[in-house]
């Protein structure tokens, strides 16, 4: 029976996106998409984050009861909200950043973290660490936070989100031993970036993709 992947997501692009990204290497999954963006633009308003990851909790478990044989969220920015629901399903739950983290931590000590949206940077500090400390590593971690981009990306003016993220892809990429493009919405750069900075970029959706393709193999 093919495998029963839920996405949820709280940008509606990535919605589009990851159709795309089942339909190219998944072709014989079963996937269906959740979509909330009150959640993320509710956090960058200032909500109360326990409020949100509240929020989060449902929408998690609506998709695990809806037959999903793993759920993915896709939002950087609500990965507490994740974690709170491992404890309420026995369905596997991913945050999209969770093989990325893993492999960050095994390429460098000094890790760069790329954000555009603010409420990224604290969830992403944090998985981060976390992952150092299941692999037994220390890192420190390089945060820069472009909210400029943010915001034309929003406007819908990808030009100057990209602009704006290359440049400081380049800065960060300087200090740092591994560069993580820690939101999605970045993930289109990857390349571009990799050309300008001699650090490894990278990216959550290919590795994201990796990780579902062996979770979706036949025991």
Known sequence: ???????????????????RLMREQMPDADPFHVLNESLLQDLL???????VHRRVVDQVLLAADAGA???VMTCSSTSPGVDIARTMSTKPILKIDDP???????QGSRVGLLCTATSTVAPSTALLQAHAAIQGREVSVVPTINAQAYQALMA????????????????LGAQVDVLV????????????????????VLASP??????????????
């Open 181 to 200: 493009l820690a939101q999605a919405s970045l993930a289109h750069l990857q390349a571009a970036i990799r050309g300008r900075v001699s650090a490894p």
């Open 69 to 71: 044989d793993i759920v």
């Open 100 to 106: 990325m983290m893993a492999q960050a931590v095994m």
């Open 156 to 171: 819908g003016d990808r030009q100057t989100h990209d602009r704006l993220v290359l440049e400081s892809a380049v800065a």
């Open 45 to 51: 308003r200032g909500a109360e984050p326990a409020t």
């Open 1 to 19: 029976m093919a495998a029963r992947i839920a996405f949820v997501h709280t940008v509606g692009f990535l919605a589009d996106e990851f159709r």
């Open 206 to 219: 290919s590795l994201l993709m990796e990780e579902l393709k062996r979770r979706a193999q036949p025991a």
